[in-house]
């Protein structure tokens, strides 16, 4: 599996953009990126997912680096809401166990109002 | 309508017992999943069923068995519950077409408590 390396923890004022960085150097060419995020007392939520090119979705951006070891989640106007642990997770890009998620310590995001 | 959900949410439990925790899906879903989150807030997989059957067991004491009547429902059964058993256990759910990754839909969690 992948290893990744996300900050602990980062800190965000509310409205303002805020980019969550991950290093996954080790990852295969099939696996995909995927970001979660966990909400205080919630399960794990899927924010995007993306193999080579950037993503957009209603929740987020995904900017991927050009040789993959790299990714950055960007939220556009954070808000309280978004305080969440996110978590980075390289993923194989077929069923069975190389499918699996695999949690990492994740990066916990404060918003201050 | 909830699409992944769990109970009971929360258990307190004695040591040496058994317990179950119950999740059912209603999304259509293939593929089912009962993952771990300790006191340090990792979450760790425990097991994976498609289609009810066992597709992945991670290193999980034999005291943890999973049951799953249909693709729609995968039960955890504790046997002799243990202090380091306490925990946030969650379910989850994905499609999984092949050469794709789904998207897993996890539930709220239950927290099981051991005393």
């Known amino acids: 599996d992948a290893k990744t390396t996300q900050p602990n923890s980062m800190e965000s004022n509310e409205e303002e953009p805020v980019h969550l960085p991950c290093n996954h150097s080790?990852?295969?060419?099939?696996?995909?990126i995927h970001w979660y995020r966990q909400l205080p007392s919630q399960g794990p939520e899927y924010v995007i997912h993306?193999?080579?090119s950037n993503v957009n979705n209603r929740m987020a951006s995904l900017a991927i680096a050009e040789d993959r070891k790299s990714s950055t989640l960007i939220l556009h106007r954070a808000t309280l809401r978004d305080a969440a642990v996110y978590y980075c997770?390289?993923?194989?890009?077929?069923?069975?166990?190389?499918?699996?998620?695999?949690f990492g310590k994740g990066t916990k995001l404060s918003v201050k109002p | 309508d909830t699409a992944v959900s769990q109970t009971p949410k929360y258990l307190v439990t004695q040591m040496g017992n058994d317990k179950s925790i119950k999740c059912e899906q209603n999304?259509?879903?293939?593929?089912m999943y009962w993952y771990k989150q300790d006191s340090k807030k990792f979450l760790k997989i425990m097991f994976s069923?498609?289609?009810?059957?066992?597709?992945i067991n991670e290193t999980v004491p034999n005291r943890f068995s999973p049951k799953s009547p249909d693709k729609a429902h995968l039960n955890l059964h504790i046997n002799s519950l243990e202090l380091g058993d306490s925990a946030v256990y969650f379910c989850?759910?994905?499609?999984?077409?092949?050469?794709?990754?789904?998207?897993?839909?996890f539930g709220e969690g239950s927290r099981l408590t051991v005393l």
């Open positions: 989850a759910s994905s499609q999984v077409p092949t050469g794709f990754t789904g998207e897993l839909f």
């Open positions: 080790t990852i295969s060419g099939t696996d995909y």
């Open positions: 993306g193999l080579t």
């Open positions: 997770i390289p993923r194989g890009g077929y069923g069975g166990s190389q499918g699996n998620l695999i």
């Open positions: 999304l259509g879903h293939d593929t």
């Open positions: 069923y498609n289609n009810k059957e066992l597709i």
